[in-house]
């Protein structure tokens, strides 16, 4: 029992160094208004990541591991962007699936957990971005129970409906072993825009800007706090008055 006792403490003790190594390093904030990424790209859907594009996730991904999957990508104008990932046995027209069902309410094929009609969870990696000239340079965090990771990815804006990933790689100490003899910049596959309805916001479940960290003010952080608390009381009125009418 001791050992078991043991193995928590030293988890949780690497846990905390990880979480302060990955917030010094969090440079991109989110600042409280509009990119204007809209001036340069389409975002009313999202970029899937191709099959065969090299270093999609970086070494340390305890999931994925180093072998390239399929993934979605998505920015909002408030600064997020998010990896995300369909149903299993509903992702492309490729496979089978007409590409119609998933334009038309997008929300229904994403993988995550509703809570009534909206969703508990969705996205796989939350992340920040900004805008330098024609390339977006996002910093991605993976949450675990016990771990905290962080990646840089950049994107080349080719146009308005297509990006290409020429840069990625982990920001953590322990992972720069790995890029001594393999360089972070690579020749990344065209991802090309998908057009879709039905899109979630940055709000239904985006634990990152809940943090404060993340944020370049704090008074900026309070209001979004304040927001989506006030938003949560309209909704559970709402559903409240709606459950008594019915009765």
């Known amino acids: 029992m001791k050992y078991i006792i ?10 905390c160094g990880v979480d302060k190594e990955v917030i010094v390093k969090s440079t991109i904030k989110l600042e409280g208004k509009n990119t204007n990424i809209r001036d340069l790209l389409d975002i009313d859907g999202y970029y899937p990541v191709p099959i065969d594009s090299d ?20 920015f909002f104008e408030d600064g997020t962007s998010v990896c995300f990932f369909f149903k ?20 229904k094929y ?25 390339t977006i340079v996002e910093h991605s ?15 080349k804006i080719i146009d308005r409906k297509t990006i290409q990933q020429i840069y990625g790689r982990s920001l953590l100490k322990s992972d720069d072993v790995y890029y001594i003899d393999k360089s972070p910049w690579i020749i990344g596959d065209p991802m090309h825009f998908m057009p879709a309805d ?3 916001s940055s709000d239904s479940y985006s634990w990152l800007k809940k943090q404060k960290w993340i944020w370049h003010n704090e008074s900026d952080w309070k209001d979004y706090m304040d927001r989506i608390k006030q938003e949560a009381n309209k909704k559970k009125t709402k559903d409240k008055e709606t459950k008594e009418a019915r009765q």
């Open 6 to 15: 043991l193995i928590i403490c030293l988890l949780v003790t690497v846990s």
């Open 55 to 74: 270093d999609v996730h970086a070494p340390h991904d305890p999931i994925f591991g180093k072998d390239p999957i399929i993934g979605n990508i998505m």
């Open 88 to 107: 299993r046995g509903v992702p492309y027209d490729i496979r089978g699936v007409p590409y119609e069902k998933v334009k038309k309410n997008m929300s």
């Open 110 to 134: 994403i993988e995550g957990k509703m809570k009534g009609k909206q969703f508990h969870w969705w996205g796989a990696d939350w992340g920040v971005y900004s805008i330098h000239n024609d």
């Open 141 to 155: 965090y993976m949450k675990l129970p016990l771990y905290l990771y962080l990646n840089e990815y950049r994107y």
């Open 198 to 200: 039905s899109l979630p």
